[in-house]
């Protein structure tokens, strides 16, 4: 589940990272009380209104903007809130801003002060560790400092037994080029930012500038925060977090219709029982000079009900121009499942693209003969490449 920043900032907050404070804002009026409070409460006088949605890049997008005074808040404010942001971590038709987060002005007196840095934690598939990822070329442009300039980020490794020690801690500072105050100050940062990032189930933590402020205080500026779903169930006040405006709208409706469905770009849906399985059919469907348009896994009871949902997912999506179901009838019976595809079929109406299906396992061969007897426009296969080579004809 990822977060929007100004949630991602107080879950920092609640770990004691410091943090560029701000209030959320849902409309320009509610914009400007916002930045009252929060000179009220940090005596700022300059702000910076920032876009919430889940994409990077917003900086270069036009959702970052400095505003000197109430009147600047509530214009930037109002032309933020409303738009369809494009960044490149958007598509070109961009995310549309509900809210925007009024921040205190945290490069105040001027940015030759100040020091932007880059920090994250993630996990090292690799290593099966925790690490904290960091350079000093922080600010917008850290994708093309790992290509280019990849001897300028640095990694530190975590011990999952003991968690960061002072030393690691003091190394981060260290290669960051700190001394004095601002050093202490990140060993402090990097140690509560990782303890958040263990405890509150993260997957992955980027804040991206980490800011050394004119007053060598180190805070963060952005937070990027991705908090793994398979622990949710341990944060039952997170689930309050999820903005599902944020997500795809296919995703979303499988999802509550009990379907593990990701939305692809291709254009070949597959209808497919167990994950590996799925895995292995969009190889075959690349195999076969398609693209596969979804990852599907419909579970072990693939009945009618069950297929006909995943019909309907999988036909959401205009790109679809076939549809092949690989079902292995293990628990469940192949008949019973090719009798399913055809009720659902029936029950459609308006199927209109070839639909290969695939059956093997228990029953295999009852199934096939239901699936040619129908007299539906469905083609059966039993054999793995049987299939492939029935994708690529539709294809053609
Ligand atoms: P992103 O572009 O989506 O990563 O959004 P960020 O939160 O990282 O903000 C983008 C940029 O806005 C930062 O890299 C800063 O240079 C700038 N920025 C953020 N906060 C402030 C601020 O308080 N004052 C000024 N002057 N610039 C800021
Ligand atoms: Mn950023």
């Not at 099966?128 to 001897?151: C, F, K, L, W």
Request: with cysteine; glycine share 10%; hydrophobic share 40%.
């Amino acid at each position: 589940m990822n977060l929007h920043e100004y949630q991602g900032k107080e879950i920092l907050n609640s770990f004691g990272v410091r943090i560029q404070r701000g209030i959320v804002a849902k409309s320009a009026q509610d914009a400007v009380v916002a930045a009252k409070q929060l000179t009220s409460e940090t005596g700022t006088s300059w702000y910076v209104v920032k876009a919430q949605v889940h994409a990077g890049g917003r900086g270069k997008g036009g959702g970052v903007k400095l505003a000197k005074n109430l009147q600047e808040v509530e214009k930037i404010s109002g032309e933020i809130i409303g738009m369809d942001l494009v960044t490149p971590q958007t598509s070109a038709e961009g995310k549309r801003v509900h809210q925007v987060l009024v921040a205190e002005d945290v490069y105040y007196p001027g940015e030759s002060e100040t020091e932007e840095f880059y920090v994250s934690v993630l996990l090292n598939r690799s290593t099966g560790r925790n690490m904290i990822m960091y350079s000093t070329e922080g600010g917008m442009d850290i994708e093309t400092v790992a290509e280019e300039t990849p001897h300028l980020i640095f990694t530190e490794e975590i011990d999952p037994a003991v968690g960061i020690l002072p030393f690691q801690a003091r190394r981060v500072a260290f290669n960051l080029g700190l001394s004095g105050n601002a050093f202490k100050e990140m060993t402090k940062f990097v140690t509560n930012l990782y303890t958040a990032y263990v405890q509150s189930d993260s997957s992955l933590f980027e804040i991206n500038p980490v800011l050394k402020t004119s007053d060598n205080k180190i805070l963060a500026v952005d937070a990027k925060v991705t908090i793994d779903d398979n622990a949710l169930y341990r944060h039952k006040n997170y689930l309050d977090l999820r903005d599902i405006r944020e997500e795809s709208a296919i995703e979303v409706e499988a999802g509550k219709l009990g379907l593990n469905y990701v939305d692809l770009d291709g254009n070949v849906g597959c209808m497919v029982n167990g994950a590996g399985l799925a895995m292995a059919t969009m190889d075959l469907i690349k195999q076969a000079g398609g693209e596969p348009a979804n990852f599907l896994d419909v579970g072990g009871t693939a009945d009618a009900a069950r297929v006909e949902a995943a019909f309907k997912i999988i036909l959401k999506d205009p790109n679809v121009k076939a549809i092949l179901i690989n079902i292995f009838g293990g628990i469940v019976r192949c008949d019973r499942v090719a009798q399913g595809v055809i009720d659902a079929y029936k029950n459609m109406g308006n199927i209109n693209v070839p639909i290969i299906v695939r059956l093997q396992g228990t029953n295999a061969d009852v199934a096939k003969e239901l699936i040619d007897n129908s007299g539906l426009d469905v083609m059966s296969a039993t054999q793995f490449q049987e299939a492939a080579d029935k994708v690529q004809e539709v294809l053609a």
